[in-house]
């Protein structure tokens, strides 16, 4: 018999979606958007210490080989020849910090990650030296002072961790957000890999002045940060290098095909969503809760709590946008944390029928503090808390209560985005592995009181990741004209409560978020040498 004739699809780009739960590898058909293979691996995530939250950066690069490896296999299954992949895009969890030794390739010490809290002290002395009436980090960063952040992440490890003091001294030092460490060890790591950024993690580390798009002096000088070991900030757009995987991998049959897009996970998302008009949003489901707003050309400072943000910059010559930002630090986390740390759940899945199961948390409340509150509170000093219990209360209940807990928390920062912009939201698009779960949507239209759009294919963070790298001068498979933009199908949920019920729900939360705040002094456990 003949082989079989491989499928002719036209140009193909790949797309690597490295999240903080799992990493992705997805492929994309340029001219129809359509996705046509992914492998996901979940990522494993380390607790040293109460409030420490680390990952290996190894185990992410690992990963990030195997879905490569595995979409390749599964891609040649389904008779689709590989070397259509024209372009590769990364998008990744912003802020988690890696310092690595560009000699061997090898990282000095585990990723810090965004959730992470042991900085809180150092949040606690920087602030003091801020004078109040000249906040220049906010008003050079979009940013409030906080453990979220890379700068006092990075500054945390240049204190404490001997490894990085040294290699920082003998010039081996080098600095990135997950992008850096990805893109310089897939271009050929110590043996020439290209130690770059892009302007939107650029803009989540602290350390960038997100109206002259470059590293500011003046920050690095406060957070007594080292230039030399910052990456080169380039566009979000353009060939930064090609695969050079030197690995015995099948991996290697994309030797040499440009990295040419790189987006933070909440901005690919946006571009995924095409919301590329002043005005435009939605809210992605992920560890945490993240809703952006595009804003245009201006950056738009918020009265309530939200961040100033780089949306993207697709192209060298392009220009930039900006989006204000409402971060929520625990969402899909919540549920991963009844999975592995309470055992109501084995699978994530399980959640749905659970809450399923009771139809109503029955006044309990959850608010997952787990990190502190991010927006629109900003209050480290919260921790998580289940109140409202009774003899009734029981396992359902609680599932139903996390789920809730994603929805209201979403609520208040939409409630922050509608003040802010003046013009409230007509209806939410969301995305994300949540998006998935029919209960959350049903209960987000219903807390919101607006409709909930979800488009069919909701992996819109690897979609958009894909988009600017296909879309890149010198490879440009991938349009972004708005004519030639694929149509997306989405799948509606409307509001069915009454208006009261969702306003009396949703003032209870706020009274169990007040009795979440003011737990925590400032943690002892954070300094020592490692």
């Known amino acids: 018999m003949a082989a079989a004739k491989k499928a002719v699809l036209g140009p193909l780009v790949g797309a690597v979606d490295?999240?903080?739960?799992?990493?992705?590898?997805?492929v994309f058909n340029s001219k129809t958007a359509e996705l046509l293979s992914h492998h996901q691996v979940e990522i494993k995530q380390e607790f040293p210490r109460e409030g420490w939250v680390e990952q290996d950066p190894m185990e992410i690069l690992q990963s990030v080989y195997e879905c490569i490896e595995k979409t390749c296999e599964k891609l040649g299954q389904l008779n689709i020849d590989i070397s259509n992949i024209k372009a590769i895009g990364v998008s990744n969890q912003r802020e988690t910090t890696v310092v690595w030794d560009k000699l061997t390739g090898e990282p000095l010490y585990n990723a810090v990650v965004w959730l992470d809290l042991r900085t809180q002290s150092t949040v606690e002395i920087l602030s003091k030296r801020i004078p109040g009436n000249n906040n220049f980090v906010k008003s050079k960063t979009g940013l409030p002072l906080s453990t979220y952040f890379s700068a006092v992440k990075l500054r945390w490890l240049l204190d404490n961790v001997t490894k990085v003091q040294k290699a920082v001294k003998e010039d081996r030092a080098l600095f990135g957000t997950i992008d850096s460490w990805l893109i310089w060890s897939?271009?050929?790591?110590?043996?020439?890999?290209?130690?770059?950024t892009d302007v939107t993690n650029a803009s989540r580390t602290?350390?960038?002045?997100?109206?002259?798009l470059e590293w500011d002096k003046d920050l690095c000088e406060f957070f007594d940060i080292p230039m030399k070991i910052l990456p080169n900030v380039r566009s979000s757009s353009e060939i930064y290098g090609l695969m050079k995987i030197s690995h015995s991998l099948k991996a290697g049959a994309l030797e040499g095909v440009p990295i040419s897009g790189c987006l933070g996970d909440q901005s690919a998302a946006?571009?995924?969503?095409?919301?590329?008009q002043d005005g435009q949003a939605k809210n992605t489901y992920g560890t945490g809760c993240f809703l952006l707003c595009n804003t245009g050309r201006k950056c738009v400072f918020s009265d309530h709590g939200l961040l100033t943000t780089v949306a993207y910059k697709l192209g060298r010559d392009k220009p930039v946008y900006y989006a204000l930002e409402g971060s929520v630090?625990?969402?899909?986390?919540?549920?991963?944390?009844?999975?592995?740390?309470?055992?109501?759940?084995?699978?994530?899945?399980?959640?749905?029928?659970?809450?399923?199961?009771?139809?109503?948390?029955?006044?309990?409340?959850?608010?997952?503090?787990f990190s502190g509150l991010y927006a629109p509170y900003?209050?480290?000093?919260?921790?998580?808390?289940?109140?409202?219990?009774?003899?009734?209360?029981?396992?359902?209940?609680?599932?139903f209560a996390a789920l809730e807990a994603v929805c209201f928390q979403t609520r208040e920062i939409l409630d922050a985005m509608n003040?802010?912009?003046?013009?409230?939201?007509?209806?939410?698009?969301?995305?994300?592995?949540m998006t998935n779960n029919k209960i959350l949507m049903q209960l987000q239209a219903d807390i919101l009181y607006i409709p909930v759009v979800k488009p069919s294919m909701p992996e819109t963070?690897?979609?958009?990741?894909?988009?600017?790298?296909?879309?890149?001068?010198?490879?440009?498979?991938?349009?972004?004209?708005?004519?030639?933009?694929?149509?997306?199908?989405?799948?509606?949920?409307?509001?069915?409560?009454?208006?009261?019920?969702?306003?009396?729900?949703?003032?209870?939360?706020?009274?169990?978020?007040?009795?979440?705040?003011?737990?925590?002094?400032?943690?002892?456990?954070?300094?020592?040498?490692?």
């Open 186 to 196: 897939l271009t050929g790591g110590a043996n020439g890999g290209v130690h770059c």
């Open 329 to 369: 630090a625990i969402a899909g986390a919540v549920i991963r944390w009844l999975r592995d740390n309470l055992g109501i759940i084995k699978t994530s899945e399980e959640i749905e029928k659970l809450a399923k199961e009771v139809g109503t948390s029955y006044g309990c409340y959850f608010v997952p503090a």
């Open 206 to 212: 602290m350390l960038f002045n997100i109206h002259s």
């Open 18 to 26: 490295q999240g903080t739960s799992s990493t992705r590898f997805l």
């Open 461 to 530: 963070t690897a979609l958009g990741a894909a988009m600017a790298a296909g879309a890149a001068e010198g490879v440009g498979v991938w349009s972004l004209e708005p004519e030639d933009l694929s149509a997306v199908t989405m799948e509606r949920f409307e509001p069915q409560i009454n208006a009261e019920e969702s306003e009396i729900r949703y003032s209870t939360w706020k009274k169990a978020v007040m009795k979440s705040m003011g737990w925590v002094t400032t943690q002892s456990s954070e300094s020592g040498t490692l």
């Open 419 to 433: 003040r802010d912009c003046g013009i409230p939201l007509s209806h939410l698009q969301v995305d994300g592995g």
């Open 270 to 276: 946006l571009v995924g969503q095409m919301c590329f």
């Open 378 to 399: 900003w209050e480290p000093s919260a921790r998580g808390i289940i109140c409202g219990l009774t003899q009734f209360t029981n396992k359902c209940h609680v599932a």
